[in-house]
Structures are given as structure tokens and as C-alpha cells.
């Protein structure tokens, strides 16, 4: 019985995805992440000449350009979560859903600056989009560690289900000559997932309460940890995967071998056993 080809499609199917299922964290650069923004070189070449109006036009200008930055870049993250395709509707609705709040934020942010017409307010709104809001540095990374957690946990299933088949075939196979080593590798698969499972959950719970420092640097420095960590389950969840995929494809080598080793075996014991064919003829009896 040969029930390993269908296994064998789902898991090269799996490992065909397995290297886009989680989202490349955001990069951020220096400026984005230092808590205020860089001035232009034009308008600090000339910041000692403008006029009160005309500092208060550039500042407007800058944090305008500063927002609109980052919308686009959270458009950019929604866009990818959306492209998931094995991401149930559920997961990705939740977490487009607080994307989309970061950007109703931004807009509303974007029309005060532009109406604010007193340089100490435009300043404090200005420094808002770094302090307060930090998508650079905690909202986009922060996002897309609970994406990658949800896809993790997506493969999970698919690998529980696999294992399942496994577990199955390996309890119906007779006269496999390394059965233990091929059921080794299943506990060694089942291990694995579990521990992905369990990584990607507790980068879940670890990111999700945190907030902005607004510019408090023991937070900040709290959060820079706390978001490294998370990073480190999440690679690990990913090394397990991989290396469960690799004990799956272990057994199912080890099955189709022995499939085609026994279905040899068959063909052999019945062209020995062949029973002669004896034909009349006009004169006599003749075995064949």
C-alpha cells in the first residue's frame, strides 16, 4: 500500500512557501529611529535668513512629509499581509485593522500640523510623529512579528496534519528495516512543532503590550530588548520548521523506498513461481 505521494505533494508544497511565510521585519534607518527627524540641508543652510513665517512654513512641510512617509510605509505593510495566502481572513482582518488605526492617527496628525499656525504647537506635533507614534521603531517591527507569528502558527497546522498521516502510515507499515529510526524522526518532527508553536506564541505575548516610549529611554531601551528577543523565538520557530520539514521528508524517502524494495520483491516471487502452461496439440501433451 503507497499512501506516501499525497503527503509527499503537501510537503513540497510546504517547502516551497516555507521561505515567504514570514514577513522581512522593517529596516529602519537611523533618522527614523533616533526620535526626531533630520532637517533638510536646504532649510538648514538657510534657517539663520527665515522669517518666523517661513521657519514655521518649512517645519510644516518637514512633519507633512514625515507622515505621508509613514502611511506609505504602513499601506506597503498592509499590502503584504493581505498578499498571505495562507493566513485565515480572521488573522489578517485583526491585524489590517490596527494598521489602518496608525493611519487614521497619521491623517489626523497631518491636518493639525497643517493647521497649526503657532510655531510651539506645529513643533509639538512635529516631534509626536517620532515620539509618540514610533512606527519606525516599535508599530511596523512590532506588526510584523504578530504576522509572523500567525503565519508560523498557520504552518504548524499544515505540519500537525502531515505528522498525522505520518503517524499513520508508520503504524501500518510491516517489515520496515529502521522503523525506529524512521520513528525517531517522527519524534523528533512532532518536537519541533510544538516548539515552533510555542516560540511563536511567546513573541506574540511579548510584543503585544508594549507602547511607546515617547521619548523615555528606559522604555526605549526596554522595548529594544523586548522586540530583539521576540525576533530571536520567531528565527527560532522558523529553524524548527525547517528542520521538521527535513523529518518528514526523512520518513517519506524511508517509505517510498521501502514500498518500491517491497513491490520488487512481489514482482520477483511471482515470475520465479510461475506455474507452466500446458497446451494440446495433435499429437500429444506439450508444457510450455
Known amino acids: 500500500m503507497n499512501i ?27 533618522a527614523a529611529t533616533s526620535g526626531a527627524a533630520a532637517p533638510t540641508t ?37 499590502s503584504r499581509i493581505q498578499g498571505l495566502k495562507n493566513v485565515s481572513d480572521t488573522q489578517k482582518n485583526s491585524i489590517v485593522s490596527t494598521i489602518q488605526g496608525l493611519i487614521t492617527d497619521m491623517n489626523t496628525l497631518k491636518t493639525n500640523i497643517d493647521s497649526d499656525n503657532a510655531s510651539s504647537t506645529m513643533k509639538s506635533d512635529v516631534q509626536s510623529i517620532t515620539k509618540d507614534y ?37 503504524q ?68 524548527d520548521l525547517t528542520a521538521a520539514r527535513k523529518d518528514a521528508l526523512t520518513i517519506i524517502q524511508g517509505l517510498v523506498k521501502y514500498d518500491k524494495s517491497a513491490m520488487a520483491t512481489d514482482n520477483g516471487s511471482t515470475a520465479g513461481s510461475a506455474t507452466p502452461v500446458s497446451t494440446a496439440t495433435s499429437t500429444g501433451t506439450t508444457t510450455q
Open 4 to 30: 506516501t505521494s499525497p503527503i509527499r505533494r503537501t510537503i513540497l508544497t510546504l517547502g516551497a512557501i516555507s521561505l515567504m511565510a514570514v514577513p522581512a521585519f522593517a529596516q529602519t534607518s537611523a
Open 42 to 78: 536646504s532649510t538648514t543652510a538657510k534657517s539663520g535668513r527665515l522669517t518666523p513665517a517661513q521657519r514655521l512654513q518649512a517645519l510644516g512641510a518637514r512633519g507633512d512629509q514625515e507622515v505621508t512617509t509613514r502611511i506609505d510605509s504602513l499601506n506597503k505593510l498592509i
Open 134 to 170: 514610533r512606527i519606525y521603531a516599535l508599530a511596523i517591527p512590532q506588526l510584523n512579528i504578530l504576522a509572523a507569528s500567525d503565519r508560523i502558527v498557520t504552518i504548524v497546522g499544515m505540519m500537525e496534519q502531515i505528522s498525522t498521516k505520518l503517524t499513520l502510515r508508520l
Open 172 to 239: 501500518s507499515a510491516t517489515g520496515v528495516p529502521n522503523i525506529s529510526a524512521l520513528q525517531s524522526s517522527l519524534n523528533d518532527l512532532n518536537s519541533k512543532v510544538a516548539d515552533a508553536n510555542s516560540q511563536a506564541q511567546a513573541a506574540v505575548a511579548e510584543v503585544s503590550p508594549l507602547v511607546p516610549d515617547q521619548g523615555d529611554k528606559t522604555v526605549m531601551a526596554s522595548n529594544t530588548s523586548t522586540m530583539k528577543d521576540a525576533r530571536a523565538k520567531i528565527k527560532t520557530a522558523v529553524s
